[in-house]
């Protein structure tokens, strides 16, 4: 299952792009899947470290949050050494996250402004102590430099505009709730089924990251397929335009 997303977590009265997920499921997890369902897009695609997404032509966005998980493992591999470079790499990560809280809910132009002046500086401190520290590239903490080192370019690439996260949390979050259901029904029996499964929780958390009751929403779906085709304001409809009583 392959889930987009598009928009902010939140509504933002300043934020006019629509707020999406959506669920593709493809029978493959070759990167010709999100390169196909893409078709030829060239703005920016925040990912996680996955090489697939490379076949796309799109512009790459790394995941912070995901280079900290690695700092995190390694972290706890050595419990005991409180001020270790795996602790120092996590604080620093910390800091960079400190200014994205207090950039929440500011205008891309503002947030842009505000990683210039600071998280820039941090994410050069961060290259550079990359750069220079030597460990075993096999162990955890050898492989979570060498993550960031692979990731560097892309996990640098959301200083460039105030429209994109640190992180690609939004889709991990948006994920969790197949994630969950799938622990119920195990598989679905075809393909047909999976494409309504993807189908129904594209509504569902389309609707939930939109502000909507789900239930209310797919109520007003439904009352409106009770209409002949051509009476059916289809655009009126989407889980970001939609007004429910």
């Not at 997404?53 to 998980?69: E, I, K, P, W």
């Not at 994410?123 to 430099?145: D, N, R, S």
């Not at 075809?190 to 389309?206: C, K, P």
């Amino acid at each position: 299952m392959w889930l987009y997303g598009t928009g902010r977590d939140v509504r933002n009265s300043e934020d006019t792009a629509p707020h999406l997920v959506l669920y593709d499921y493809q029978d493959s997890r070759s990167g010709q899947c999100p390169a196909a369902f893409l078709g030829g897009y060239t703005g920016y695609l925040q990912v996680d470290g996955y090489a697939g997404y490379h076949s796309t032509t799109a512009t790459l966005v790394g995941c912070m949050a995901h280079a900290r998980r690695k700092f995190e493992e390694a972290q706890r591999a050595q419990p005991n050494i409180k001020v270790g470079k795996a602790v120092w790499a996590l604080t620093h990560i910390q800091k960079l996250y400190r200014i994205e809280k207090a950039c929440a809910g500011k205008l891309p132009e503002e947030i842009y402004r505000r990683r210039q002046a600071e998280s820039k500086p941090l994410m050069e401190e961060l290259g550079e102590w990359l750069a220079k520290t030597q460990v075993l590239p096999k162990g955890y903490l050898g492989k979570a430099i060498g993550y960031c080192q692979k990731q560097w370019p892309k996990l640098i690439r959301y200083l460039e505009d105030g429209r994109l996260g640190i992180d690609n949390n939004r889709a991990e979050r948006a994920i969790k709730p197949f994630v969950i259901g799938r622990k119920n029904w195990m598989f679905a029996n075809t393909e047909g089924g999976a494409h309504a499964s993807a189908l129904l929780y594209s509504l569902v958390e389309s609707a939930r990251i939109n502000g909507l009751n789900p239930y209310d929403y797919i109520h007003a779906l439904l009352t409106a397929l009770k209409s002949p085709d051509a009476e059916i304001d289809w655009e009126a409809l989407l889980p970001w335009k939609i007004t429910l009583p």
